[in-house]
Structures are given as C-alpha cells and as structure tokens.
C-alpha cells in the first residue's frame, strides 16, 4: 500500500478572510488630522484682587482689529490678510527705529480686537499669521545665535530664545 | 524523439495567489494600526476646519476633549435650526455645559495627567467668533487654559477661497 501524502489545508479562503476584515476597517477609518494651533488662555481674573490695566505705552502696541465682514484694520490703516505677517515683523523687530513703533521686542504686545460676528476662519488666519511671524524671528535669532533652526536647539536654548521674543498676543472681549 | 514532444503548451499557467493573503493582510495591518475608532459616536454639526501652517500636532489623544461647534447636519435641524451649535460628546449643549463637560472629562483622567489636559475646539471655518470667546471665557472659569484650534495643515490665503 502506497503511504499517503499529508493533506495541506487550503489556504485559498485566507485571503477571503483577510480581506473581509480589511474592508471593515477601510470603512471605519477616519484619518483624523490631529493639527491645531496650540493657545495657552489667560488665567480668570482674580475677584479678590482689583484688576488693573497694564500700562503700555500706545507705540508698543501693535493694534489688529477686525469688524464683523472680516476687513482688518491694523494700525488704523485698512490691511490683507498677507501683510499681517509682514507687518508683525516689522513691528516686533523695531527696536525703537521708528519713533512710532515698538521700543524692543520685549515690549512689544499685539493686540487682536474682534467683533462677535468675525468669522472664525478670518480670526484663526490672523493668528496663524502672527504666530508665523514669531516663530519667523525666533528662527532667524536661533540661527544666528546657536547656528540651528528653532526646533533643534535644547530646552534652554529654546528658552533664551522665548524670552529675548516673547509671544505677547492681547485679545480683548467683544462687546456684547 | 517523440519523447520530447509530450511537454505541449497548454494555454498561460494560472497566476499563483498564493501570496495575496500576505498582500491583502499587510494592507489590513495598515488600516488596523491608522485606524481611530470614535469614542464620541456620532457627529451632529457640519465641521470644516480653516486651514493654517503653523500647527503642532497633538501627541497624547487620551488627554484631549473635544468640542464641535458648526452648523446642525440636515437630520436636525428642524430641530435645532441652522444656526451654529456646540456639540459636547455625542449631544448638542449650550455654551454653559462647557465647563462642567471639562471637568467632567478632567476628573476622569490619573491625577498626574490632569494637568496635560488639552481641550480641542473643533470649530467650523465660517461660524462667528461669538460662541468661540463664549467658550473661551467657560474654559478660563474652569481654569482648563490648554486650548488648541484644530485645523487643517495648508496655507491660510486657501480659507478665502469660494
């Protein structure tokens, strides 16, 4: 009598299988885009102790407003959404050239003043622009100083960086 | 020689699929791995995100909560109307169930993570910034400061086109 073979399993319905659980999850994937803009909130005010203003002097701020149809205004001259990167850079790199801009970079605050019907996109723009111009400074400054990108230098490089530009960004209420 | 002439042509051989298991499994393993099942069920707003370049992407998911606002989708709004609305988990809410939403999702999480909490506002590109600083100064009264605006990764001037 002849031995008999070992039978192999048929693996043909394997990729069935596996291709019924691939569809599944082809279908309950959403890619989702974890990216955001990261915003650290001022803390809440204080009830016990009196709020007061600080005092900046008006040529240290850089004053952005925006109105409900989302025109922009900056510096009480009508502005696009391109400039507004330009025009932080300008202003946070002054150092006191002109009589009516920013002292130093330390003094310089931005301040962003919207209405409540702002569109959002209009508002997140606007800060991506402003964000764009630190992160701009912080970079041609590391890589002057530390000669390395922003992103590549220790924490405490990082942190010399920060405080020599600091992100001072002031957004005020809109009127109800 | 008629010994040779046996091997005839018999058509094109089948294509062996025995490798389509290993093909079909590493795109199942892909999908498996990118795959984020959603724990807040379903979407109620319409929520396209403006665009902007300088974003960071966030690392740890389970210390983020989220917050939809956008337009109602069809199904609801007979319902809830077109204006926007903020969408908590898998309910509508008002703008004063921010707070007690974060901290609710705060007291869930290991004492040393609480203060890693991250709330994402997942807000559509052309809602008014009325309800986004309503949400805002909710978020700043419970003192959950970490604010992220998700968006999309591309140039903001592509937020201004129609």
């Keep these: 009598m002849a031995k008999r073979k070992l039978q192999e399993i048929n693996a043909g319905s394997m990729a069935d299988i596996a291709f019924l659980l691939l569809i599944f999850f082809l279908v309950t994937t959403t890619m989702e885009s974890n990216y955001g803009i990261r915003r650290k909130l001022p803390p809440p005010p204080d009830p016990n102790t009196k709020q007061e203003d600080p005092v900046v002097k008006k040529k240290n701020v850089l004053e952005i407003v925006i109105n409900g149809n989302d025109q922009m205004m900056i510096e009480e001259e009508p502005a696009d959404v391109k400039d507004v990167k330009k025009i932080a850079i300008e202003f946070i790199t002054n150092n006191g050239k002109d009589p009516k801009s920013s002292d130093n970079p330390q003094k310089a605050v931005i301040s962003i003043k919207h209405t409540r019907e702002t569109s959002y996109k209009m508002y997140i723009s606007v800060y991506n622009e402003l964000i764009a111009a630190y992160n701009d400074i912080r970079n041609r400054y590391a890589k002057q100083k530390y000669g390395k990108p922003f992103d590549k230098l220790t924490e405490e490089e990082q942190k010399v960086v920060k405080d020599a530009f600091p992100q001072k960004i002031a957004e005020s209420l809109p009127k109800k | ?162």
Excluded: C, H, W
Excluded at chain 2, 24 to 42: H, Q, S, Y
Excluded at chain 2, 113 to 130: R, Y
């Design chain 2, 1 to 162: 020689m008629g010994k040779f002439s046996k091997k005839k042509d018999s058509g094109t051989p089948a294509i062996s699929t025995a490798s389509l298991p290993d093909i079909v499994f590493m795109l199942l393993f892909f999908f498996m791995v990118a795959t984020v099942m959603r724990e807040n069920g379903e979407k109620k707003v319409t929520v396209r995100m403006p665009s902007a370049d300088q974003v960071k992407k966030i690392e740890k998911k389970s210390l983020v909560s989220y917050i939809y606002v956008g337009k109602p989708i069809k199904k609801y709004q007979a319902k809830f109307g077109k204006e926007p609305r903020i969408q908590l988990g898998d309910a509508f809410a008002n703008v004063t169930d921010v707070g007690p939403f974060v901290l609710k999702e705060k007291a869930a999480k290991r004492e040393e993570e609480k203060p890693l909490m991250i709330t994402s506002i997942k807000a559509d590109a052309d809602v008014g910034m009325g309800i986004i600083t309503d949400i805002k100064e909710e978020l700043r009264k419970v003192n959950a400061l970490k604010v992220n605006y998700s968006t999309k990764k591309g140039g903001v001037t592509t937020n201004f086109n129609k």
